[in-house]
């Protein structure tokens, strides 16, 4: 290199080092997917060009016809890769082949492990990208010129993968990227034309540009004859009944950069009507490790009539839907059509909803069909499905179908009860659908407020994930069926213990003499819980423990506050209701209490205690402990 070449040796970001050590070293058992990985990159560069040069045909440079070129030399040991697509300017190469600009990298290489298993699982939902090419090569050198530059912009970037990377301006003629391996002496078995068609043919056959190798004479010579290798026609456009499983599997892979078989897909090919289209939709096997990052890209891959038009198109699907991969060939959007024009195109909402139902489709079957699949599903995306029936009014009867939850009936772990079977078990007394949000398992199932539930024998489904509330916020019924609280709101005992006329009115009559024996005693609790608690009254879900907390009918619920306080928003504080149960021996016992400081002691030990039944931190734990302690010794 010479100087007038500004050849700078540079060091990749720190990320970068840490990835490439992964890639290579957990990837090692897998290691031919380096071409699949380079194949794609160039088909990538190969669409950009294609739709730069809708608005720009002096892109193509005289040079229209778009293909990848996959060559060895035995000699120089060595396997290239060249496209004619849009190529890398030296800022460029630079930029993407030194740094990963995707956001939550350095959190999720935090989270590998160093068991090269998991890593290679992990890695694989990330996507390897470039860097897989040192799997196999302990030389890499690109060299590319940007379309539309002029010879003299072309650029050589060249790494050993350790650490550091020099990038050279060179003169480079044609358009596009060159990738040369520098094979590893171990790497042999790769400088084979049969071996390298078949790698190939295996993942890469779908992809939309021609593949081509040099075809050898017998003993083995390249001659300067090129042929296709791949079938390069869409996958998408072929017919249903051509595609092999594997190939559907393939493609996932390079829409998605996955490393994983896709879960399930749909491929539906609609046309006529003033809405022809054609799509391919996936659905992973595992969540992104970034699925809840607020700046995390999703969304389809655009085509209109077979010219890729742009990645992560969010539009057409709700963000309910988010973790769906795929594409979208249509004719019903213009050519030049642009990410401004696509945000309020007239034909968006009719593709999203039919794509939305094509999903829907998909994941109805799945549950009919092959529930423990749907249980993986649901294990991965169940939270982003919950977000469904507030943001899809349309489809909320569908969504809350596909739901699944715990429940007080359910058995073995897991979410699997659905809210039909929940309504199919319902009492025929019952007119509502019980509900209970808790932090965790354990704390659902051990709240008091299950009691009168369990000793009825009334199914309560049990929430704990974040998601809860504002699902029970939005999906307000089900089959005509309100969803309740079990913790908000007066309890209807007519309908839980199936009580007749008679029976409800003889419960009213002991209620009203109930109230009055303990107006007293319930008066002196309030007086020193003073605003604490907005009420004591008798309760009617408690059979063994003394005391619990409730909230107003349409009142926020514990977890929701304790959330929106976490993210700083301003709550406004809604006072809960203290039910004592009557039959309790402490409640009792206090009815036989003068001393005015032994019951305030009490108010708090019972109110302190249902705070933390319902998960709910303390006003002053220490205080709370030492109450405790006086009593123990008492
Ligand atoms: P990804 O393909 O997921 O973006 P990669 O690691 O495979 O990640 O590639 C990193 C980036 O390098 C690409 O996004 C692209 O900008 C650039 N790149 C790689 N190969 C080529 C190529 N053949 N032509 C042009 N740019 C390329
Ligand atoms: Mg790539």
Same mark, same amino acid.
């Given at each position: 290199m010479t100087?007038?070449?500004h050849a700078?040796k540079?060091s990749?970001?720190?990320e970068?080092? =840490?990835l @490439?050590?992964?890639?290579?070293?957990?990837?090692?058992?897998?290691k031919?997917?380096?071409l699949?990985?380079? /194949?794609? &990159?160039?088909s990538d560069a190969?669409?950009? $060009?294609?739709?730069?040069?809708?608005?720009d045909?002096?892109?193509?440079?005289k040079?229209?016809? $778009?293909k990848?070129?996959?060559?060895?030399?035995?000699d120089?040991?060595?396997?290239?890769v060249?496209?004619?697509?849009?190529?890398?300017?030296r800022?460029e190469? /630079?930029e &993407?082949?030194?740094?990963i600009?995707?956001s939550?990298t350095?959190?999720?290489l935090?989270r590998?492990?160093?068991d =090269?298993k998991?890593?290679?699982?992990l890695?694989?939902q990330?996507?390897v990208?470039?860097y897989s090419?040192?799997?196999?090569?302990?030389?890499?050198t690109?060299?590319s010129?940007?379309?539309?530059?002029?010879?003299?912009h072309g +650029?050589s970037?060249?790494?050993a993968?350790?650490g550091?990377?020099?990038?050279?301006?060179?003169?480079?003629?044609?358009r596009?990227?060159d990738v040369i391996?520098?094979?590893?002496?171990?790497? #042999?078995?790769?400088?084979n034309d049969w071996?390298l068609?078949?790698?190939i043919?295996?993942?890469?056959?779908?992809?939309?540009?021609?593949?081509?190798?040099q075809?050898r #004479? !017998?003993?083995?010579?390249?001659?300067? %004859?090129?042929?296709?290798v791949?079938?390069?026609?869409?996958?998408?456009?072929?017919p249903?009944?051509?595609?092999?499983?594997?190939?559907?599997?393939?493609f996932y892979?390079?829409?998605?950069?996955?490393f994983?078989?896709?879960?399930?897909?749909t491929h &539906?090919k609609?046309?006529?009507g003033?809405?022809d289209?054609?799509?391919?939709?996936?659905?992973?096997?595992?969540?992104p490790?970034?699925?809840?990052?607020?700046?995390?890209?999703y969304g389809?891959k655009?085509?209109?009539?077979?010219?890729f038009?742009?990645?992560?198109?969010?539009q057409? $699907?709700?963000?309910y839907?988010?973790?769906?991969?795929?594409?979208? !060939?249509?004719?019903a959007?213009?050519?030049?059509v642009?990410? %401004?024009? @696509?945000?309020?195109?007239? #034909?968006?909402?009719?593709?999203r909803?039919?794509?939305?139902?094509?999903v829907?489709?998909?994941?109805?079957k799945?549950?009919?069909?092959?529930p %423990?699949?749907?249980?993986?599903?649901?294990k991965e995306?169940?939270n982003?499905l919950?977000?469904?029936?507030?943001e899809?009014?349309?489809?909320r009867?569908?969504?809350?179908n596909?739901l699944?939850?715990?429940?007080?009936?359910?058995?073995?772990d897991?979410?699997h009860v659905t809210?039909?079977?929940?309504?199919?078990r319902?009492?025929p007394?019952?007119?509502?659908i019980?509900? @209970?949000?808790?932090?965790?398992i354990h704390?659902?199932?051990s709240?008091?407020?299950?009691?009168v539930?369990?000793?009825?024998g009334?199914e309560?489904?049990? $929430?704990t994930?974040?998601i809860?509330?504002?699902? #029970?916020?939005?999906?307000?019924e089900?089959?005509?069926k309100?969803?309740q609280?079990?913790?908000?709101?007066?309890? !209807?005992?007519a309908?839980?213990?199936a %009580?007749?006329?008679?029976e409800?009115?003889?419960?009213e009559?002991?209620?009203?003499?109930?109230?009055k024996?303990? !107006?007293?005693l319930f008066?002196?609790?309030?007086?020193?819980?003073g605003?604490?608690?907005?009420?004591?009254r008798?309760?009617h879900?408690l059979t063994?423990s003394?005391a619990?907390l +409730?909230?107003?009918?349409?009142?926020m619920?514990?977890?929701?506050?304790?959330?929106l306080?976490?993210a700083?928003?301003?709550?406004?504080e809604?006072?809960?209701?203290?039910?004592?149960n009557?039959?309790? @021996?402490i409640?009792?016992?206090?009815q036989?209490?003068?001393?005015?400081k032994q019951?305030?002691?009490?108010?708090f030990?019972?109110y302190? =205690?249902s705070?933390l039944?319902?998960g709910?931190?303390?006003?002053?734990?220490a205080?709370?402990?030492?109450?405790?302690?006086?009593l123990l010794i008492?």
């Amino acid at each position: 290199m010479t100087l007038d070449a500004h050849a700078e040796k540079l060091s990749f970001q720190a990320e970068v080092k =840490q990835l @490439l050590h992964i890639v290579v070293h957990s990837l090692y058992s897998n290691k031919e997917i380096f071409l699949r990985e380079l /194949v794609s &990159n160039a088909s990538d560069a190969i669409d950009k $060009l294609r739709f730069e040069a809708l608005s720009d045909p002096a892109l193509y440079e005289k040079d229209s016809e $778009l293909k990848i070129r996959v060559s060895f030399d035995a000699d120089a040991r060595t396997i290239t890769v060249s496209d004619n697509g849009i190529g890398l300017t030296r800022e460029e190469a /630079v930029e &993407n082949l030194g740094t990963i600009a995707k956001s939550g990298t350095r959190e999720f290489l935090s989270r590998l492990t160093g068991d =090269q298993k998991k890593d290679a699982h992990l890695i694989g939902q990330f996507g390897v990208g470039f860097y897989s090419a040192f799997i196999v090569a302990d030389r890499v050198t690109v060299n590319s010129r940007r379309a539309g530059l002029g010879a003299e912009h072309g +650029v050589s970037w060249e790494s050993a993968g350790d650490g550091e990377y020099t990038v050279a301006n060179i003169q480079k003629a044609t358009r596009g990227t060159d990738v040369i391996l520098h094979l590893k002496e171990s790497e #042999t078995d790769f400088l084979n034309d049969w071996r390298l068609r078949n790698i190939i043919a295996k993942y890469s056959d779908h992809l939309n540009v021609p593949i081509l190798m040099q075809k050898r #004479t !017998d003993d083995g010579k390249p001659t300067e %004859e090129w042929e296709t290798v791949n079938r390069a026609t869409a996958l998408w456009a072929l017919p249903k009944s051509q595609i092999k499983p594997e190939e559907y599997k393939e493609f996932y892979k390079y829409v998605s950069h996955d490393f994983e078989d896709p879960l399930a897909w749909t491929h &539906n090919k609609i046309e006529g009507g003033n809405l022809d289209y054609t799509s391919l939709l996936y659905i992973p096997a595992h969540a992104p490790f970034d699925m809840w990052s607020r700046d995390k890209h999703y969304g389809l891959k655009l085509y209109v009539q077979r010219v890729f038009i742009m990645d992560q198109v969010e539009q057409f $699907l709700p963000m309910y839907l988010r973790f769906v991969k795929g594409v979208l !060939d249509t004719t019903a959007l213009p050519l030049n059509v642009s990410r %401004e024009i @696509l945000q309020d195109h007239y #034909t968006i909402p009719k593709l999203r909803s039919a794509l939305t139902r094509h999903v829907l489709d998909l994941l109805d079957k799945i549950a009919a069909e092959e529930p %423990e699949k749907y249980a993986s599903f649901w294990k991965e995306f169940g939270n982003v499905l919950k977000e469904g029936p507030a943001e899809d009014y349309t489809n909320r009867a569908r969504v809350a179908n596909l739901l699944r939850f715990t429940s007080t009936h359910s058995e073995g772990d897991g979410q699997h009860v659905t809210l039909q079977d929940y309504v199919k078990r319902m009492k025929p007394e019952q007119k509502k659908i019980y509900y @209970l949000t808790a932090e965790n398992i354990h704390a659902a199932g051990s709240s008091p407020h299950l009691e009168v539930f369990r000793k009825h024998g009334i199914e309560v489904l049990l $929430l704990t994930d974040r998601i809860d509330e504002w699902l #029970t916020n939005h999906l307000a019924e089900f089959e005509g069926k309100p969803l309740q609280s079990v913790a908000k709101g007066e309890l !209807d005992l007519a309908e839980i213990a199936a %009580e007749t006329p008679e029976e409800k009115a003889k419960e009213e009559q002991k209620d009203k003499e109930l109230q009055k024996e303990f !107006d007293g005693l319930f008066k002196e609790l309030k007086a020193s819980l003073g605003e604490r608690v907005k009420e004591i009254r008798l309760s009617h879900r408690l059979t063994s423990s003394p005391a619990c907390l +409730v909230r107003e009918q349409n009142a926020m619920g514990p977890q929701m506050e304790r959330l929106l306080k976490a993210a700083g928003q301003p709550v406004t504080e809604v006072k809960p209701i203290l039910e004592l149960n009557p039959d309790h @021996l402490i409640i009792k016992k206090l009815q036989e209490l003068t001393e005015e400081k032994q019951i305030k002691e009490w108010a708090f030990i019972l109110y302190d =205690q249902s705070l933390l039944a319902e998960g709910s931190p303390l006003e002053d734990p220490a205080a709370f402990v030492k109450r405790m302690n006086e009593l123990l010794i008492k």
